[in-house]
């Protein structure tokens, strides 16, 4: 996969540059401003899908923390520049999303205990919770077992 990764980052990065090029050159030969009218917005049109399918293909994290029922997969603590973040794994009704938010003690200390009851073979469901008289703030999320039933295929009858 990492791999795939990096052959999408050079591509990306030679379709910008030979767009450029092919820009530069547009206007500094003598061409017909026909051909100059359209190919100039071409190769603008042609960057900006370039950059937004990279983007879709390799993906990017979510701002925020999850706003419904998940199931927990992992989490990481990192520092970006001066700022401590923290990135959630996890699966909900969409599949498999990861989120992005700023550290708290709170919040790494119920990922910690969810981390060790999924490592313990008891998967984690994550539920966010709205105080009453306040608005959600920060990663106001309470985690309870997934019952067994829940994991077992239906039966048949």
């Known amino acids: 996969m990492e791999a795939l990764h990096t052959y999408l980052n050079t591509l990306t990065f030679l379709v ?33 899908m370039t950059l937004h399918y990279h983007s879709e293909i390799v993906g990017r994290p979510i701002k925020g923390t999850p706003s419904e029922k998940f199931v927990y997969k992992d989490h990481r ?15 909900d009704k969409n599949g498999s999303r990861l989120y992005q938010f700023a550290y708290s003690d709170d919040a790494a ?11 313990k073979g008891k998967p984690q469901m994550g539920r966010p919770v709205m105080k009453p008289g306040k608005e959600k703030h920060g990663f106001d999320t309470e ?9 077992l295929p239906p039966k048949e009858e």
Not at 109 to 119: G, S, V
């Open 16 to 48: 910008i540059v030979l767009s450029f090029l092919v820009a530069y050159l547009t206007t500094k030969l003598p061409i017909r401003y026909g051909i100059k009218f359209v190919s100039l917005p071409l190769l603008f049109v042609i960057v900006l």
């Open 77 to 91: 603590i990192f520092k970006d520049g001066d700022k401590k973040l923290i990135e959630l794994w996890a699966i």
């Open 109 to 119: 200390k119920k990922l910690a205990q969810a981390r060790e009851r999924n490592k």
């Open 143 to 151: 985690f309870e077992d997934i019952p067994i039933d829940n994991l």
